[in-house]
């Protein structure tokens, strides 16, 4: 069986209590840690910025998977790779030169990804799918947290794995808004790599319960 991998979303931790969540996440079953970086620009919230980013990965002890909601994200991949960032991943609709932009990211030593808003059409990619190595799937407008899921999204999943079977690619694929226990086993089976869930895992209960339960699913 292909691993897969499950990224909780800082962004329904608790902020007062950063130190107790993150700790949570290290001794879970959780794999990576997922971090949304907004800026009011390019998408209506700001969440928060480097010194949140630096106390963050000073206690992560797994991989730190940084997703960048945000206008001319070149001017920061430097500072992001220096604060521990592992994957960096910026918006297709963000970028005009989005190849030079993964190439400056790898440069810095961190894996490359782009994430496409649902509008944004997976035959993008096609030309430049093997110089990524993880695309988000975007399954609500991204900004928020606790949305609920666009059921598009296993439609663009199907037809991005195929391309990156066709180009021979090892690019993995990761799925960001509203996953739950209730769609984490379909989004699997139609492709997904990687699942992104914020709000299921911290509004319940036991987070921790929340994450061993999806990792059985999963
Ligand atoms: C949305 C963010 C997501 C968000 C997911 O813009 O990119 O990572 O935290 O939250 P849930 O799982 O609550 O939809
Ligand atoms: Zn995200």
């Not at 997976?122 to 949305?147: E, H, R, T, Y």
């Not at 079977?165 to 492709?191: F, H, P, R, Y």
């Amino acid at each position: 069986m292909k691993p897969t991998y499950l990224a909780p979303s800082i962004l329904a931790a608790n902020f007062a209590n950063l130190e107790r969540d993150i700790k949570m996440i290290n001794d879970s079953e959780a794999d990576w840690f997922h971090i949304d970086i907004m800026d009011g620009i390019f998408v209506p919230n700001i969440s928060f910025g480097f010194p949140v980013l630096k106390s963050i990965t000073k206690h992560a002890k797994k991989t730190i998977d940084v997703h960048l909601m945000i206008v001319n994200p070149d001017r920061y991949i430097k500072e992001f790779a220096l604060l521990g960032s592992t994957n960096l991943i910026v918006h297709y609709e963000a970028c005009t030169h989005l190849h030079r932009t993964l190439q400056a990211i790898k440069a810095e030593g961190m894996k490359a990804g782009v994430a496409l808003n649902p509008h944004t059409p997976v035959n993008l990619l096609k030309d430049i799918i093997a110089d990524i190595d993880q695309v988000i799937i975007m399954s609500v407008n991204p900004g928020f947290g606790g949305q609920s899921f666009i059921e598009h999204t296993y439609k663009k999943i199907r037809e991005l794995k195929e391309i990156i079977l066709n180009a021979n690619a090892s690019t993995l694929i990761e799925i960001d808004g509203g996953v739950t226990d209730q769609n984490a086993e379909k989004l699997l089976a139609s492709g997904a790599d990687i699942l992104v869930a914020g709000s299921f895992i911290f509004n319940s209960k036991d987070p921790s319960h929340t994450i061993k339960a999806m990792k059985n699913i999963m």
